[in-house]
T-cell receptor, first 112, second 114 residues
Framework: GQNIDQPTEMTATEGAIVQINCTYQ??????LFWYQQHAGEAPTFLSY????GLEEKGRFSSFLSRSKGYSYLLLKELQMKDSASYLC?????????????FGKGNQVVVIP | EAQVTQNPRYLITVTGKKLTVTCSQN?????MSWYRQDPGLGLRQIYY???????DKGDVPEGYKVSRKEKRNFPLILESPSPNQTSLYFC?????????????FGSGTRLTVV
């Protein structure tokens, strides 16, 4: 099975940097996704990692270490609109058609 | 515009009254899935479909049915809704194995069963 763990909530100041961690245990790892979800809205895709290392996309970067079962999402130059829940999702090739399993999400609150 | 469309957006119903939540995608995706999202529990998969006429149970399928008669549509059916099915529901679609872009989600359906 899969076990995906994320801290539940953090508060950060506008303009700051915040790191959101995700640890996972899975038998057939085949990629990790980060999604952003504003309250009551659909999750939207942010980033994808399948190999170890850092992927950078503008203000957002995501890191993966497969040997440690660990990923983080880095949000730089925080803006008020970044207040949202950030979901980590792991793809497992041993779960029918590489199904995604989601963590419970980390709520980020950006304050002025 | 490439999208996943769910209807209705909000629904309040009574226990035992059959309902269907529709989901349609215009991206020619083979893979479609239904999730429910509850506070403290995150997104949990109900059912998924790898292609037309191919469906399978996810992690929480009890009390739900689905069908996939056409590639673009994947309705979620609650034959006899109960209050514990009050939740926020999302339909999602993707290429096989999600590729590098993961799922595209619909806007969600907030269901309340009283």
């Amino acid at each position: 099975g899969q076990n995906i763990d994320q801290p539940t909530e953090m508060t950060a100041t506008e303009g700051a940097i915040v790191q959101i961690n995700c640890t996972y245990q899975t038998s057939g790892f085949n990629g990790l996704f980060w999604y952003q979800q504003h309250a009551g809205e659909a999750p939207t895709f942010l980033s994808y990692n399948v190999l170890d290392g850092l992927e950078e996309k503008g203000r957002f970067s995501s890191f993966l270490s497969r040997s440690k079962g660990y990923s983080y999402l880095l949000l730089k130059e925080l803006q008020m609109k970044d207040s949202a829940s950030y979901l980590c999702a792991v793809r497992d090739h041993q779960r029918g058609n590489n199904r995604l399993a989601f963590g419970k999400g980390n709520q980020v609150v950006v304050i002025p | 515009e490439a999208q996943v469309t769910q209807n209705p957006r909000y629904l309040i119903t009574v226990t035992g009254k059959k309902l269907t939540v529709t989901c349609s995608q215009n991206m020619n995706h083979e893979y479609m899935s239904w999730y429910r999202q509850d506070p403290g529990l995150g997104l949990r998969q109900i059912y998924y479909s790898m292609n037309v006429e191919v469906t399978d149970k996810g992690d929480v399928p009890e009390g739900y049915k689905v069908s996939r008669k056409e590639k673009r549509n994947f309705p979620l059916i609650l034959e006899s809704p109960s209050p514990n099915q009050t939740s926020l529901y999302f339909c999602a679609s993707s290429l096989p194995g999600q590729g590098m872009n993961g799922y595209t989600f619909g806007s969600g359906t907030r269901l309340t069963v009283v």
